[in-house]
């Protein structure tokens, strides 16, 4: 059974940085695109950040490209997310997300890309 594991939320203020860690076990990581998304309060989930079985292409929404960086270790079947710049607007529950297998034709920033779902951890960015 596949569990993802998140880690590394919490309170800081706008323009602080944060690295969210995505834990993967019970499954063969090396051979599963991965992705972060994110659930504001009273607001939808959303895409963030996604990255491809091999690591070499990464995507990013609009709204955190040129702050935010995805990355993984196959050494360690985890997933990383590299948060800098933080606003405001950052704050919501992040998820990790894992697809069993690479992006098809591309698609990579719906949720139902996504075969397994971490618990989340929190986000809040305060002005």
């Known amino acids: 059974q596949v569990q993802l594991v998140e880690s590394g939320g919490g309170l800081v203020q706008a323009g602080d940085s944060l690295r969210l860690s995505c834990v993967a076990s019970?499954?063969?990581?090396?051979?599963?695109?991965m992705g972060w998304f994110r659930q504001p309060p009273g607001n939808e989930r959303e895409f963030v950040s996604a990255?491809?079985?091999?690591?070499?292409?990464?995507f990013y929404a609009d709204s955190v490209r040129g702050r935010f960086t995805i990355s993984r270790d196959n050494a360690k079947n985890t997933v990383y997310l590299e948060m800098m710049r933080l606003k405001p607007e950052d704050t919501a529950v992040y998820y990790c997300?894992?697809?069993?297998?690479?992006?098809?034709?591309?698609?990579?920033?719906?949720?139902?890309?996504?075969?397994?779902w971490g618990q989340g951890t929190q986000v809040t960015v305060s002005s």
């Open positions: 019970g499954s063969t990581f090396e051979n599963a695109a």
């Open positions: 990255i491809t079985v091999s690591g070499r292409n990464t």
């Open positions: 997300a894992q697809r069993a297998g690479v992006f098809y034709s591309g698609y990579y920033s719906r949720p139902r890309d996504y075969h397994y």
